[in-house]
């Protein structure tokens, strides 16, 4: 089955980068997102399209796609990123998704 | 304000069924392909379902295939999930989401609810 590897979690201090990497077999062919997770919260779509930001996202937030890999950047990380990220793709026929294993961020 | 409400979780037997609603305000619901997505305690997030906005095209996890059944009534702006044979598995919070554009259904979900609790228990 289809699968998308994330570290389990990222640790970095305030106003250092932070970068998550989700790895899968497709990604030449197929879009990442990037989901926000806070405890007891709703996901947020942070990132679309590999690379672009839904409107109130701060700029911080960015998406790159290197062909077998994707990644997450948060560029000068603040207190209120300490969450957890999910990327999400489809598969090569577009008609299920897989989210990735998650990325606990913590702030420290 | 656009906005997602699911409703109809609850506790459940294994081996019965369930119907989940999700109301959807302050947008062109037709314009939009629809998910499930669930997440048990402590678990990440899972990929149920999905439909395009003219219901022409739906897809299910594995996990589910042949046991649920999504589908959606544009004039009534509501999206449904029909979940049968439940196991002790498919406990979870159960959250709707909207695609992030219209007339697409690959790039992510840009509007969620905060979801339904299903427990499924004897």
């Known amino acids: 089955s289809y699968e998308l590897t994330q570290p389990p979690s990222v640790s970095v201090s305030p106003g250092q980068t932070a970068r998550i990497t989700c790895s899968g077999d497709a990604w030449p062919k197929e879009y990442a997102s990037w989901f926000q997770q806070k405890p007891g919260q709703a996901p947020v779509l942070v990132i679309y399209?590999?690379?672009e930001r839904p409107s109130g996202i701060p700029e911080r937030f960015s998406g790159s796609n290197s062909g077998t890999e994707v990644t997450l950047t948060i560029s000068g990380v603040q207190a209120e990123d300490e969450a957890d990220y999910y990327c999400r793709s489809a598969d090569s026929s577009f008609i299920s998704y897989v989210f990735g294993t998650g990325t606990k961020v913590t702030v420290l | 304000e656009v906005q997602l409400v699911e409703s109809g979780g609850g506790l459940v037997q294994p081996g019965r069924s369930l119907r989940l609603s999700c109301a959807a305000s302050?947008?062109?619901?037709?314009?939009?392909?629809m998910h499930w997505v669930r997440q048990a305690p402590g678990k990440g997030l899972e990929w149920v379902s999905s439909?395009?906005?003219?219901?022409?095209?739906?897809g299910y996890a594995d996990s589910v295939k042949g046991r649920f059944t999504i589908s959606r009534d544009n004039a009534k702006n509501s999206l449904y999930l029909q979940m049968n044979s439940l196991r002790a598995e498919d406990a979870a919070l159960y959250y709707c989401?909207?695609?992030?554009?219209?007339?697409?259904?690959?790039?992510?979900?840009?509007?969620w609810g905060q979801g339904t609790t299903v427990t499924v228990s004897s």
């Open positions: 302050g947008f062109t619901f037709d314009d939009y392909a």
């Open positions: 989401a909207r695609d992030c554009q219209t007339f697409t259904w690959v790039y992510g979900m840009d509007v």
């Open positions: 439909i395009s906005w003219n219901s022409r095209r739906i």
């Open positions: 399209k590999d690379n």
